[in-house]
């Protein structure tokens, strides 16, 4: 590795020099090549520009040659179309003119017709100045009888709200007593409870007082066995002495001794016997404090039924006070009802009386309106005919004034007879005023003889707490002596226990009855609330739905009603268990009642000893009775002497009823009478108004559609005016580039058409006189009285025709006039018009007449029965119109085949023929002339393209040459070349002066082209001009038009006003009902108050008949001692 080191180095070192000398050369070389290459690159980019310098002028050369063709074909173009323009511009001016004469006349069509429709404004204004008044004045007599309705309609409300508060005030005092009297029972059966208790006390003390006894007189009987038995023994030991005192006189010790203990044994009997007559001289006491204490107890017990028994007079006498309060009250109910319903009717034959007036003026205004088209009618037929004959005229003119003064008296005689109907409503209306005056009055006194009722029910009632804190003593003084008797309860115990047992199985049972009535009543009370609230949503007419809770917001109506049915099926289930389980417990409780029935019979076979007893503390309750009877009885006799004065000021008031029932009746006959007529009249009215609106539903359409045809009629004129104008301009342009040829032939012919122009005169002759027979034909055959023409445009016409007519005669003028007017009186006011059209209409009327129109079944059923009597009424007027000839037969009849008419027309068409033959026609056909218009474009055309060939071709052999041109200058030296062209294509340009030039002459056709515009812009805005003129005159009738709508909108506002008044009485209605509502539910709760007074007067017999059973119990044991004595 040491050795091949050193020549690697040296290898390595000659390689360094080799290249760095390689890289000196390439260097050297380099700079050499780069000095070529600068040079070569230089003399390229020299041939380059001139190459792009080249080819720039060539292709600026071939740019400019480019747009002076284009200015050529512009300029040419220009040319043509101001030529176009011109001839355009010429046109337009002969339009203008034409559509400015026309616009000229429309102006003073339009001038005429707006001072047409200034009169006709002016005319209109006076008739709703007219009918403002008029509406004006109708306003402010029904504003003051609104007052007036609503002046008694507040009276009436005041009445009843005042009623009302009294009756809840009456409620809220009889809701007093009731608590009142809940409490004092409350407090009762508090106290008969304690008695009880005390009772229970005395039973068992009397219970340990007889042990007591019982005990002694045990101890009692010992004694007297054991002093027997000492007697006896005391008899053997005197005779065992005796035996032995002649035996023994040694026994005088024991002797002695048995006598000390004898006499011993006789001292403990004196003191046994002591003991003995002190216990029954304490028997003897506590007997005559128990009898004492039960003939206290008694007394006070009478006194307490005594009590009792008065209250329950006093409230009975309470009840029937209230009823016949109550039955004087919906007597007064009753009456003030009557009126409120004779006012009601009053204000319906008011508001009918006034629908009769309004329908009288508008039948008025009616009359008025068709008397003054006929008197013009009329004064336009004089004037039209007095030139003829002043004498007919004269003549007509008097035989037309008693037809005038017949329409005037028949007017004059309906006024009369409305205005004498209202003066009797208005006498009838202050009548029925007074009667309400009069019965307000009586309502007054009334309500005055009330107030006194309620002064009489506070003394009462006083008397009644007097009453009561005499009780109130009472019971404090049965206070006072049950502290007495609490000694005497303990031997009552026993008796009681047996007693309290089943006392405690019937409590209970009844807690267990109560229960179930609680849960039942509380169904009910829930079950009726829901009802109730029902009731009040359906009287309401709204349905407050909850938020849906749960899954119900997904069910939908159906589903819901099943499963409302599912649950009604389970309440009644629910129900009928319920029934069962209450017959079971009422099953059980009868029996438990018949067990408690036999134990107070046995109770009361006790107690009924104890009665006796009592009878004589009966005597001086009963004295004190008759005392309060007597008070009582005085105060009835008092109440019932103001019952008679009540009820004869009735008997009164019922006489006035009957009389003003008397003058009712009449009127209500009077009011059939005019209703029959007033049903008429509607009916009629109705049905005439039915045939009115289907004959205006048709005549309108028509009406439109002819104004329609009108204005296409209007339009295919001035289309045909438009054509006659184009064809005469076409037969210009014909004749002019016809050739002169053709100009000498037509002289030959005009000599020709001179002969041939007697045939057209005859014929237009003849075309005459046929007119004149139509003309004549359809004036004798015409039945029509008139022709209604619109102001705005005087084609259109609606021909007025009069049904069974007999047809015109050939008579003279007036008399075709008298005729006329005869017909016309007859048509107006003929009964088989009218017949017919009610009988038309009748279905229509029923399908109108039914409730519930508004549904989508209802709404086919009218359309369907509208069709059915508009065709009925239809075929009936074409029945009783037959005399009257349609359009459309006067036209068929001359279409046949043998007419005249065709045999005039075959014989133009043959002379047409023949003229074209020999051609001689002046009225050469569109469509030839068309043609040989055609043919002359055509041929223009043909040399215009001949025209364009040869100058493509031209411009084709410039451009060849061009090409050469730069061909031959290529060939140069391109330096010098470039430049020489460079000047030689600068001198062969267009010059900067001709160009401008160019451009001069084109600013001056766009000049021209400007100023043709500015001359059609300049028409365009007088058209303008004149369209805003006639924009501004329909924005006038438009004003005018807004004027009228408004105005009736006014009227239909004053319609909807009256509308909202009505709405309101209606609620004032809806009001007074609810009030009755609510007094017959106050009326109800007084009713329900009455029920539960009379279950608080059930339990007060209930705990009269347990203060019996009391009683019955203290008997037996009062009856027990008495038996252990007899006894003993």
Known sequence: MSSSSPVNYSITEDRSLHSEECELLQKSSKSELDAVLGLKWKLLQAKKENLDLAIQHNQEVSNYEKQIIKLRSEFERGEAIRQDLEYELAVARKGAHLKMCTAEEELSDAKNKLV????????????????????????????????????????????????????LKERNEVETILLELNNELQ????????????????????????????????????????????????????????????????????????????????????????????????????????????????????????????????????????????????????????LSARLGSAEKSCSELQSELAMAKKHQVFLTETYENNMRELELLLDSFAMSGQRTAGTCEDKDKPLSCSVIETLRCTLTAYQNKLEDTSNELEKTKALCKKMTKELEVSEEKMCALRQDLKEVQDTMADTKKELNYLHTKCADRETLIETLKMELQDVQQCWEKEQVRATESENEIQKLTRAYQKDMEEKLTFLHSLYQHLIAGCVLIKQPEGILDRFSWPELCVVLQENVDALISDLNRANEKISHLEYVCKNKSNTMKELQQNQEDAFNKMAEQMKAQASCWQNEKKYLEQQYSSLLGEVHARAQEYQEVAEKNKKKIYVLEKSQEKLALENISVKKMLTQFQKEHSSLLAACALLAGALYPLYGRLRAMCSQKDLLQDQANIYELVNQKIRTLVHALSDDKENNQDEAKVKRRKSQGLIYVFRRAVIAVLAANRLKVLAQSSSSLFTWTNGLKEGIGIPVCVGESKGKRNLLSCEDEEI??????????????????????????????????????????????????FSKLMDKLNVIMETVPLDHCKYITYLEKDSLVQSLAHGLNKINTQALQVGLCDRVSSMKNIESLEKQIFEFTQRLHTAEVERLSLRLQLAEFK?????????????????????????????????????????NALHREHQAQLLLNEQAQQLQELNNKLELQSSEEADRTQVLSESVKSLSEATMELRRRDRFLRQQNRLLTQ?????????????????????????????ISHMKTVEDTLHKVHFQPKVTETFS
């Open 963 to 1003: 090409s050469n041109f730069s061909e031959i200058k290529k060939e140069a030296d391109k330096a010098q070349r470039l430049q020489e062209q460079l000047n030689m294509l600068k001198q062969k340009l267009i010059t900067h002066e001709r160009f401008e030039s160019v451009c001069e002459e084109l600013n």
């Open 187 to 338: 407090n009762m059966r508090k106290k008969l409870r304690d008695v009880e208790v005390e009772h229970s006390g005395c039973n068992e003390v009397l219970r340990c007082q007889a042990n007591e006894l019982k005990c002694s007189t045990e101890r009692e009987k010992r004694l007297l066995k054991e002093l027997e038995a000492a007697a006896v023994k005391a008899k053997q030991l005197e005779e065992d002495i005796e035996a032995e005192r002649a035996a023994n006189l040694a026994s005088n010790f024991t002797s002695e001794i048995i006598q000390l203990r004898i006499r011993e044994l006789e001292e403990a009997v004196r003191v046994e016997k002591d003991r003995r007559e002190e216990a029954l001289s304490d028997l003897e006491m506590v007997k005559k404090e128990f009898k004492g204490l039960e003939y206290a107890y008694e007394r006070e017990k009478h006194n307490a039924q005594e009590n009792l028994e008065k209250l329950n007079v006093l409230e009975k006498e309470c009840f029937s006070s209230n009823n016949q309060m109550k039955e004087v009250i919906e007597e007064k109910k009753k009456v003030i009802m009557d």
């Open 820 to 869: 006329d007017c005869v017909e016309a009186l007859s048509w107006f006011a003929s009964s088989n018009l009218l017949a017919a059209i009610i009988s038309s209409v009748t279905e229509l009327q029923d399908v109108v007449n039914k409730p519930g129109t508004k549904s989508w079944l209802s709404g086919k059923l009218l359309l369907s029965a509208a069709r059915n009597s």
């Open 116 to 167: 047409e429709l200034q009169v006709l404004n002016e005319n209109l204004q006076q008739k709703v100045t007219e009918t403002e008044e008029t509406f004006h004045n109708a306003q402010q007599k029904w504003e003051e009888e609104q007052q007036r309705l609503v002046k008694a309609k507040d009276d009436i409300s005041r009445i009843y709200n005042n009623e009302y508060v009294f009756l």
């Open 1075 to 1103: 009030l009755e509502q609510d007094k017959r539910r106050l009326s109800e709760s007084i009713r329900d108050a009455e029920s539960a007074l009379c279950t608080a007067a059930k339990d007060r017999e209930l705990i």
